[in-house]
Nanobody
Framework: QVVLVESGGGLVQAGGSLRLSCAASERTFSSYTMGWFRRAPGKEREFVAAISWNERSTYYADSVKGRFIISRDNFKTTLYLQMNSLKPEDTAVYHC????????????????WGQGTQVTVSS
């Protein structure tokens, strides 16, 4: 079992920045494609970004492209999401997850999930 723990959420004004972290419990983290999803109040969970195990490929939702940057440090077994130019519509609980195969955009293709960290963007 892979345990994932997110941190770094908080309250920021529109236009501000936050960096989220996701710490993984084991070294096999380095073999997983990893992703970030978010769930806003009253809405379904949606894909945000993903990164391959070797960092050669990244994927972004159109809504965050150019503003968010996903990265990872396999030595620290940690995943990151740098969020810039934040908008009120970015307000959500953000979850990291370990991919199991198939398209990275589908939440059903992830095995392990973190508990989430709250991001609130005020206007």
């Amino acid at each position: 079992q892979v345990v994932l723990v997110e941190s770094g959420g908080g309250l920021v004004q529109a236009g501000g920045s936050l960096r989220l972290s996701c710490a993984a419990s084991e070294r096999t983290f380095s073999s997983y494609t990893m992703g970030w999803f978010r769930r806003a109040p009253g809405k379904e969970r949606e894909f945000v970004a993903a990164i391959s195990w070797n960092e050669r490929s990244t994927y972004y939702a159109d809504s965050v492209k150019g503003r968010f940057i996903i990265s990872r440090d396999n030595f620290k077994t940690t995943l990151y999401l740098q969020m810039n130019s934040l908008k009120p519509e970015d307000t959500a609980v953000y979850h990291c997850a370990a991919h199991r195969g198939g398209t990275v955009y589908n939440q059903d293709n992830y095995y392990y999930w973190g508990q989430g960290t709250q991001v609130t963007v005020s206007s």
